[in-house]
Every structure is written in structure tokens, then in C-alpha cells.
């Protein structure tokens, strides 16, 4: 089942839970083994505390959901002092999630993140839907995204996933900007940019009005770009959006991603990321595939 | 307290019109569960449904394995509840957050509810009266059948009722009830809809009164793991389902 995405991020298997949607992982220790898992994603962290948008920052859609959480975080050196102790020896691969809302504090995050011993990887964040100035700017241009990847790599030594906004008009492109400016892998997708109106009170659901959409309802339009943007790359892809069980992380592997990530679906089924790890298992052995590599792009059309 | 994802069967079911009283039973034995705690409920058969639903422990039996929830129908989620039928398999997951303080014994302590919100005062209720602290009651309504279980909540301790349309008890909302100028209290606690539970804590600020309130923000994952449930708080953001959803009111931006 292993999967070895490059530069010493070897996950166990395929799946991983998305940021901001699996807490530090401690939230679910109660529901599941997380030695099960090839990897947990931890919140999105910004350089400074943050304190969040107000509330509501959630409102309920057909299959899904729209947040505007807005990367309520402690900050990096919260991160390292009071949380990383606790959760550095999960037997697991813990990422960090790496958000920010300028270049310097992107830099300077990173580096802070690279001397952590027991994080073997960043998955910087450039497309958040939620930051007014910054994150969303980052990852919806080509410039953009080459300058951030390219800063960030000056000072962050280990395994770099830069995870992609489906906000845009071709992502394929975004994705070759990320590569040639040296992520060693990409993720995708981040949540799409949606709206919520409660028609009785004539007012918005969310406080600050849009959100991001997340949850089965995506999972057609993730599953397209992840095929989309594997065509395009030579760097491992890593495909979320919507998945909710193992036929659906088999569908996102066969279009193309080396792993795949749960994240809403860890709301309706704390249990679902071990059920999705052990189900593709299961797909390999009934399918006859020796390895679980073997799917990875396997499509045939 | 560990947490516990697990099907449950529904054993007994009682209709109050608007609301019902689910009793649900599981095949293993429960975690422990304090008053206040609360369980999220998966929806089935419910296409718009797809988060689950966050409702209070109104009872539990640990000798049978029962969880008895109050559901009121507000919506598309909780009318599907109330269609179950008997032997039904009801997913839940529980119990999640913080339960109320126990208070100490001797102290004169007044449970307030509002509507639905009297649901996890019976639990609590039951509590306080096993560690011989008999409770007093004020629960309100917009009419006299708003007030589901009376006679159950009256055997728990001395209950005082208001009702916005006068058709029960004192007439007016709860914070209007003679009780108040009768009797001092050394602890409240409340719940129910927003403004009530505002208007109790401004009250039992001006007495200054220790107050705790249970609150019922929108949740997504109720572990703590979203951030979707915050309530400002002097210390910031905090996620009522897992530091609440029971806060003391001195903490609270209200
Ligand atoms: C900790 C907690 C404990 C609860 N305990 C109980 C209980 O014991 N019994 C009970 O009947 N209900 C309880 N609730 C409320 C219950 O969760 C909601 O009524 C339910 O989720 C509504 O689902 P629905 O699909 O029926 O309605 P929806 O279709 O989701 O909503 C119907 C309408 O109600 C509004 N609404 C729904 N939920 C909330 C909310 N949390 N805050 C403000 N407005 C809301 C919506 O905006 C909409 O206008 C509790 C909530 C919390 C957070
Ligand atoms: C409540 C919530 C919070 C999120 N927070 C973050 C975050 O901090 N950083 C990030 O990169 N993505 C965040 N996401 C996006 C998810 O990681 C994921 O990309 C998206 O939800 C699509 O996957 P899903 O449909 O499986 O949930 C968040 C999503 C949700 C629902
Ligand atoms: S509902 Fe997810 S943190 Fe409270």
C-alpha cells in the first residue's frame, strides 16, 4: 500500500484527512487508529494569530457545505510550543498546513516549520477562499503561485505539496507554474468559492456573506481538474474533494493522484478515513492490482 | 471521557405534536455521560440532510443502554427524527462536549428552560436529585403545550411555570415569574432559545448569581475539529462543542 511521494514523504497508504477538517488529530483518536492512516493534515496555520471570521461560518447545501472559517489559528509558534510536543509522535505523517497573507510571513513560517523534526512536509495553502488580502491572490495567478512556491522552497528543505484553488479558469496551468517553481507535489482541490441566503430573513447564512463549498456535491468538479492537472504534471498529485468513501479515493487514483485526502466526509463518519484506507485495499485485492501504485492514472479512455 | 460512534435502535417513541421523545437503545454499554452533554444524530432518508444533528441528552438509562432524546421540528433534519419508527437503527455520536458544573450540596439551585431547551434539564435534573440536591424548576413557553413532561420534571424538584399566552402557569416570559422576588438562588443554570438565556444571565448578573448556560451554535463535526461553532468569548473564539456547549456566563460576550 505504500506511497512514496518524493523528497521522504513516504505515506503507509493512500489517504490522508484534509486541513481543517481533522483538527490535530487528537479530535478523532476516539474513532480511529491513526497508525491507519497515510497521513493527517493538520489546521491551516498562519505566521500570526488569526482570530477568524464571526459567526456563523457555516451553512448546510444539497451534499455539502459551505464554511468561512477563515483560518482561525494560534500561529505557527503556538504551533510549535504548545501543539507539535503533543502530536509529533503519532504514528502517522503529520503535515502542516501553511497559510499566509504576504510573502514574508509565508518565508518566514516555512522556515520556522523546516526545523521541525517529526513534520515531514508543508502543504502550503494558496487558496483559501476565506483571506481578504493575500492567500487567494497567490494561488489563482501563474506569477503568483511561482513567486510564493519559489520563496518557500529557498528555505523549506523537506517535502513541499502546494495545494491548488479550484477557483480559476485553468488550473492545469497554475499546477505547471507550482512544478517549475519546484513543489514536489501538488494537492487538489481546496474548497470552491459558493453563497448561502436565507430567502425568510433576506440575509446572507454566512457572516462575511461567501464561503467555501465543500463535500460529496464537489467531488465531480475535483475528480476533473485532478485528472486535468495530471495530464499536465510530472510531480505526484494529490486529488481531495468530496471523497466519502473508498470507491470514490479509487475514482480520484485512477484519474491520476498518488494519495487522496478526506475532509468533510470526517463529519458524517468520524470512522470514514480508516473504512477509505482499508476499502482500497480491498478494491486492489478484488481488482487483482499487486500494488496500490498500480491505479494511480489507471483510466482508461 | 471517550467517545463513542455507535447504532442504536429505536425502542420507544412518544408524540407531542410539534415534538417527540425518542428512546434509543444501543447493544453495548454506554460511556459515561454527563447532564448537558449531547449526541450528533445521523439523518437517514433525509436527501438534504447531509450533516448530522446535534441534539441533547434528555435522558439515560445505563442499565439498559438507553439515550432518550427530545426532538422538536424545525426543519427538513429534525422532521425526519420524528418519522422514525420503533426498531429503527439510529446512528449517533456521543457523548461530545462538557456537561453542566455540579453544584455543591446545599445550594439553592434553579434550573431555567425555554421551549426545547428544557430537553437536557431532565438529565441534569435527575442528577442532582441522586446526589441529594433537589433542584428548583421555572420552565416557559410560548403556550401551555410547549410544556412537554411536566408532571416528570415536577417530581424532580419544585416547578414554576410562565407562558407567553398565559394558557399555564404565570403569563410572560420566564424571567417575569414571582419566583424571582421570592427566592434567592446560589446557582443558575439555563437553556434555551438566545434571548431568553441573555435575559436570565443579565438577571442573574444584577443579583450577581453564578450562571451557566447551554448554548446551540451550528455545528458541522461537533469534535472540535471544524472551528464551524464559535461563540466570542473573553478568551476569543472557542468552539462550543468541545469547550461547551455549557459556559459559565462570565466568560461570554453577551
Ligand atoms: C448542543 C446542541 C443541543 C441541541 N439540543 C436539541 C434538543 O435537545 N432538541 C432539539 O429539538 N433541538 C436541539 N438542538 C437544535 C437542533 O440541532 C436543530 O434544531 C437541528 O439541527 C435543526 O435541523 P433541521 O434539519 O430540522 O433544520 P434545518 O433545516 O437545518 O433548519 C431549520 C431552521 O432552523 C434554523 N436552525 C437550525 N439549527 C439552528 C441552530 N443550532 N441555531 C439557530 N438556528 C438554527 C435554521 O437556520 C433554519 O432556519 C440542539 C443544538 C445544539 C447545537
Ligand atoms: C470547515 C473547513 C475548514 C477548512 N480549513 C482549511 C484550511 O485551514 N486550509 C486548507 O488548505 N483547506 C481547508 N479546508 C478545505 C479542505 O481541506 C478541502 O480542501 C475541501 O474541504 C475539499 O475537500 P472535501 O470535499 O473532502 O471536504 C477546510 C474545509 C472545511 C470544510
Ligand atoms: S462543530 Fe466543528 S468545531 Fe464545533
Known amino acids: 500500500m505504500t506511497i512514496d511521494l518524493g523528497r521522504g514523504l513516504v505515506l503507509r497508504n493512500p489517504v490522508m484527512t484534509a486541513s481543517g477538517t481533522f483538527g490535530y488529530g487528537e479530535e478523532y483518536t476516539d474513532f480511529v487508529d491513526l497508525a491507519q492512516l497515510g497521513g493527517i493534515i493538520v489546521k491551516g496555520t498562519t505566521l500570526h494569530p488569526r482570530e477568524g471570521n464571526p459567526y456563523p461560518r457555516m451553512a448546510e447545501t444539497a451534499s455539502g457545505m459551505l464554511n468561512c472559517v477563515g483560518l482561525q489559528n494560534k500561529g505557527v509558534q503556538y504551533f510549535i510550543d504548545a501543539i507539535y510536543p503533543r502530536i509529533k509522535d503519532f504514528d502517522t505523517n503529520v503535515l ?17 516549520v523546516d526545523a521541525l523534526e517529526k513534520i515531514p512536509a508543508i502543504e502550503l495553502n494558496v487558496s483559501c477562499p476565506n483571506v481578504k488580502q493575500g492567500g487567494m491572490a497567490f494561488g489563482v495567478t501563474t506569477t503568483g503561485i511561482s513567486q510564493v512556491v519559489s520563496e518557500v522552497r529557498k528555505v523549506y528543505h523537506k517535502h513541499l505539496m502546494v495545494k491548488l484553488s479550484p477557483n480559476v479558469t485553468n488550473i492545469a496551468e497554475i499546477a505547471m507554474a507550482a512544478e517549475a517553481a519546484g513543489a514536489d507535489s501538488v494537492s487538489l482541490i481546496n474548497t470552491l468559492m459558493g453563497m448561502a441566503i436565507d430567502a425568510e430573513k433576506r440575509k446572507p447564512k454566512l457572516s462575511v456573506i461567501t464561503g467555501g463549498l465543500s463535500g460529496a456535491c464537489v467531488k465531480p468538479v475535483a475528480l476533473r481538474m485532478v485528472w486535468q492537472v495530471a495530464k499536465a504534471v510530472k510531480i505526484p498529485v494529490v486529488g481531495l474533494g468530496g471523497i466519502s468513501n473508498a470507491t470514490d479515493a479509487v475514482e480520484f487514483m485512477l484519474a491520476g493522484a498518488s494519495a487522496i485526502e478526506i475532509g468533510t466526509a470526517n463529519f458524517i463518519d468520524p470512522t470514514v478515513s480508516a473504512k477509505v484506507a482499508w476499502g482500497i485495499n480491498e478494491y486492489c485485492e478484488r481488482h487483482g492490482f499487486q500494488k496500490v501504485t498500480e491505479l494511480i492514472g489507471a483510466l482508461e479512455c | 471521557m471517550t467517545k463513542q460512534i455507535a447504532d442504536f435502535k429505536l425502542v420507544q417513541k412518544q408524540d407531542f405534536g410539534r415534538s417527540v421523545l425518542l428512546k434509543l437503545r444501543a447493544e453495548q454499554a454506554l460511556p459515561e455521560i454527563a447532564p448537558g452533554q449531547f449526541v450528533q444524530v445521523r439523518v437517514d432518508g433525509s436527501p438534504n440532510t447531509y450533516l448530522r444533528r446535534p441534539i441533547s441528552i434528555h435522558d439515560v438509562d445505563f442499565q439498559h443502554n438507553e439515550i432518550t432524546l427530545l426532538v422538536q421540528q424545525v426543519g427538513e433534519g429534525t422532521r425526519h427524527l420524528a418519522m422514525a419508527e420503533m426498531g429503527n437503527v439510529i446512528n449517533m455520536v456521543m457523548p461530545l462536549g462538557n456537561g453542566f458544573s455540579l453544584p455543591e450540596k446545599g445550594e439553592i439551585v434553579l434550573l431555567v428552560g425555554g421551549g426545547i431547551g428544557i430537553a437536557p434539564l431532565f438529565y441534569f435534573a435527575k442528577v442532582l436529585v441522586e446526589n441529594d440536591i433537589r433542584p ?37 416570559f420566564v424571567t417575569m415569574h414571582s419566583v424571582w422576588q421570592n427566592q434567592d438562588f446560589d446557582k443558575i443554570y439555563v437553556c434555551g432559545p438566545k434571548p431568553m438565556m441573555k435575559a436570565v ?35 476569543g473564539h472557542v468552539c462550543v462543542c468541545k469547550e461547551g456547549p455549557v459556559f459559565n456566563t462570565r466568560r461570554l460576550k453577551w
Open chain 1, 96 to 112: 502542516l498546513n501553511l497559510s499566509g497573507s504576504s510573502l514574508e510571513d509565508y518565508v518566514k513560517g516555512a522556515e520556522m
Open chain 2, 201 to 235: 444571565a443579565k438577571m442573574a448578573a444584577e443579583k450577581d448569581v453564578w450562571c451557566e448556560v447551554s448554548l446551540e451554535n451550528l455545528m458541522a463535526c461537533g469534535l472540535g475539529a471544524c472551528l464551524c461553532c464559535v461563540e466570542d468569548t473573553v478568551d
Open chain 2, 136 to 172: 428548583m424548576l421555572l420552565l416557559g413557553g410560548k403556550t401551555e403545550s410547549d410544556l412537554l413532561r411536566l408532571a416528570d420534571y415536577q417530581q424532580l424538584g419544585e416547578t414554576f411555570v410562565t407562558t407567553e399566552d398565559g394558557s399555564l402557569g404565570e403569563k410572560g
